[in-house]
C-alpha cells in the first residue's frame, strides 16, 4: 500500500481546508493586534513617550506574528493553487495596497525615533497608522467580495480571465465587511493594549476599544442580515465527487438566497462561529470596561476566532466563488493539488507546526510584562 493512501483524497482536501482556517484565523489572531494596534497608535498615544510606549508594546513580536501571514499564502500556493492564481491575480492591486502598507511597518520601527524632529516622528505615526488601517480594511473587503462572488471564469482548458476591477471591489457591502474587520481589530488592537500599557494610554484604549467592540456588534449582526436578505449565495445543483479530479468545471453550481445560511441548519454546531464572534465581543467589551485585561484579551481573541470562522464554516466547500460563471467557482472537492501534495504538506505541518507554536509561546513568554516610561527612557534597547 502506498504510505499517502493511508488517508483519503477526501479527508485530505477536509483536512487542508481546516488547516487553512487555522492558518488564516491564527494570522487575525496573532497579527490583529499588531495592526489593531497601529491603527490606534494616533489616538491612544499623545506624546512621543507614549506614541514609543506603543511602538515598543508590538516591535519586538510583530515579525513573529506575521509568520502566520506567510504560512497562509503557502499554504494556499500549494495546497490550493487554483484559488492562489486566481485570488493573487484578480485582487493584484489590493494585494499591491496590502503589501506596500505592510512594509511601513517595519520601516516606521526603524526609522520613527531617528531623529529627534517632532514633525519627522508625527509623519511616521501616521504612515504606521496607514500600515495598520489599511491591510485591515482591504482585508476585509476583499473577504466581502468573496461572499459576494468573484468575476473571474474558465474556459475548457481551465484557463483564468478575471474581469473586474480594483474600484469594483469597492462596493458596499464589501465596505460594510471591511468595517467589521476594522471594528474587530481595533477592539482585539485595544484589548492587547490594555494588558500591556498603564496610565493614560490604557485608560484611552480601553474607550476606544469599548467603542469598538460595540461597533462590531452591530455591523457584525448587520453583514449578517445583509448577507441572508440582500445577497445570493452558492450551492451544488447535482451530484459531487469530494474525491474527485480538481476540474470545478464537472460540477453544477447555482446562486441562490440564503444558500450561505445551508450549512447551519445542516450541521447545527457551526452556530457556535457567530456565537462565539458575539459573545467574544460582549466579553472584551466588559473586560475594557472594567479593566479587566485577561479577560478582554482571551475574550477578543474568541470573537476574533468566530468573526472569521463564521463565513468559512458558511461557504463550505466553496471557497472562492464565481459570480460570472458559477460553475467555474473553486471549491475545497475541486481545487486542491494531487492527493499526494496534500499528504507530504500534511506530515511537513505536523512537524513545523508545533514548533511555531512553541517558539511563540516562549516569545511571549520572555516579553511578558507591561511597557512602561522607564523601558523607554531608561537607557536600553526600544524603537
Keep these: 500500500m502506498v504510505l499517502h493512501d493511508l488517508i483519503s483524497y477526501e479527508v485530505l482536501r477536509v483536512i487542508w481546508w481546516l488547516l487553512l482556517g487555522v492558518l488564516l484565523i491564527g494570522f487575525a489572531i496573532m497579527d490583529g493586534f499588531d495592526l489593531g494596534t ?52 484578480g485582487f493584484y492591486l489590493a494585494m499591491f495596497a496590502i503589501l506596500f502598507a505592510l512594509i511601513l511597518r517595519p520601516v516606521g520601527f526603524k526609522y520613527r525615533s531617528k531623529r529627534e524632529s517632532a514633525t519627522w516622528r508625527n509623519t511616521w505615526d501616521w504612515l504606521l497608522f496607514i500600515g495598520g488601517f489599511v491591510p485591515t480594511l482591504i482585508f476585509g473587503v476583499a473577504l466581502g467580495n468573496v461572499l459576494q462572488g468573484v468575476p473571474f471564469r474558465l474556459d475548457d482548458d481551465l484557463r483564468i480571465f478575471y474581469d473586474g476591477s480594483f474600484f469594483g471591489l469597492l462596493n458596499p457591502f464589501a465596505l460594510l465587511a471591511g468595517l467589521v474587520c476594522v471594528a474587530m481589530l481595533v477592539m482585539h488592537g485595544a484589548a492587547y493594549l490594555s494588558t500591556k500599557t498603564e496610565g493614560p494610554i490604557n485608560d484611552r484604549a480601553r474607550a476606544y476599544g469599548s467603542v469598538s467592540a460595540l461597533a462590531l456588534i452591530v455591523l457584525f449582526a448587520l453583514a ?40 447551519y441548519g445542516r450541521y447545527p454546531w457551526m ?9 467574544g465581543a460582549i466579553g472584551a467589551f466588559i473586560g475594557l470596561k472594567g479593566s479587566k485585561p485577561a479577560l478582554a484579551m482571551l475574550s477578543s481573541s474568541a470573537a476574533v476566532f468566530g468573526v472569521v470562522a463564521t463565513p468559512g464554516v458558511a461557504m463550505f466547500p466553496f471557497i472562492l466563488p464565481s459570480s460570472e460563471q458559477p460553475a467555474a467557482s473553486l471549491t475545497a472537492w475541486d481545487s486542491s493539488s494531487s492527493h499526494l501534495t496534500l499528504f507530504i504538506m500534511l506530515v ?17 513568554h520572555i516579553m511578558w510584562g507591561k511597557v512602561t516610561d522607564k523601558d523607554i527612557n531608561g537607557g536600553g534597547h526600544a524603537y
Design 38 to 89: 497601529a491603527t490606534l497608535l494616533p489616538f491612544v498615544a499623545k506624546g512621543d513617550t507614549e506614541r514609543r510606549i506603543v511602538v515598543n508594546t508590538v516591535g519586538p513580536v510583530w515579525e513573529g506574528n506575521q509568520v502566520w501571514l506567510i504560512l497562509g499564502g503557502g499554504a494556499i500556493f500549494a495546497a490550493w493553487p487554483a484559488i492562489y492564481a486566481v485570488s493573487f491575480s
Design 224 to 263: 449578517g442580515v445583509w448577507l441572508y436578505y440582500g445577497i445570493d449565495g452558492y450551492a451544488y445543483t447535482g451530484a459531487v465527487d469530494a474525491a474527485g479530479p480538481s476540474n470545478p468545471l464537472l460540477n453544477d453550481v447555482a446562486r441562490e438566497q440564503g444558500a450561505w445560511f445551508v450549512n
Design 271 to 279: 452556530m457556535l462561529a457567530p456565537a462565539l464572534g458575539f459573545l
Design 348 to 364: 511537513c505541518a505536523v512537524i513545523f507546526v508545533p514548533i511555531i507554536l512553541a517558539y511563540t509561546s516562549w516569545v511571549f
